[in-house]
């Protein structure tokens, strides 16, 4: 089974900081996938970015980093330079490749407010 | 555009009475996916489809049932809804269910069982 952990209800960053949110995850599966969603107040899922187990260096997509630790089973997200539109809710989540690869597990999500 | 599309968004409704949240995407995936979303729990699957007239049970499946009789949709039924069925319901789609595609999602639908 599959397990996904945010430990952080809840975090303040101001205007222009950078940010990390933590997520630990526990699989037994060799390879797997790592997203990360932002779901701001309007409600609607924003896919972020991916980290795969066997890339070699950590993915980023503009403002946004992946700090995979593979040994640790973390992949913190790091957010540069934040904006008041990422105040937000952010999930992580897995994917595996055995029995559990066509089910999406996600933590139950860190809420972000950016201050100006 | 491509899209996940919901319908409805809202829906206030009593104890009982059948109800479908219709989806449909039009980016010809063929794996779509049913999630419910609740304070404090995250996202939890429902159901999901690799293809048509190919369904199975996610994590929390009583209660819920699905078809999958067109690529485009996936309708989500819920033959007699009970109040701890009120939830944020997404519908989700990606082109192949493993590897990088990340999973796209419709817009979400608010449900209120009294």
């Known amino acids: ?116 | 555009e491509a899209q996940v599309t919901q319908n409805p968004r809202y829906l206030i409704t009593v104890t009982g009475k059948k109800l479908t949240v219709t989806c449909s995407q039009n980016m010809n995936h063929e794996y779509m996916s049913w999630y419910r979303q609740d304070p404090g729990l995250g996202l939890r699957q429902i159901y999901y489809s690799m293809n048509v007239e190919v369904t199975d049970k996610g994590d929390v499946p009583e209660g819920y049932k699905v078809s999958r009789k067109e690529k485009r949709n996936f309708p989500l039924i819920l033959e007699s809804p009970s109040p701890n069925q009120t939830s944020l319901y997404f519908c989700a789609s990606s082109s192949h269910p493993r590897g990088e595609q990340p999973q796209h999602f419709g817009d979400g639908t608010r449900l209120s069982i009294l």
């Open chain 1, 1 to 116: 089974a599959q397990k996904i952990t945010q430990t952080q209800p809840g975090m303040f960053v101001q205007e222009k900081e950078a940010v990390t949110l933590d997520c630990t995850y526990d699989t037994s599966d060799q390879s797997y996938g790592l997203f990360w969603y932002k779901q701001p107040s309007s409600g609607e899922m924003i896919f972020l970015i991916y980290q795969g187990s066997y890339d070699e260096q950590n993915a980023t997509e503009g403002r946004y980093s992946l700090n995979f630790q593979k040994a640790r089973k973390s992949a913190n997200l790091v957010i540069s330079a934040s904006q008041l539109g990422d105040s937000a809710m952010y999930f992580c989540a897995m994917r595996g490749s055995g029995a559990g690869s066509y089910q999406l597990t996600f933590g139950k999500g860190t809420k972000l407010s950016v201050i100006p």
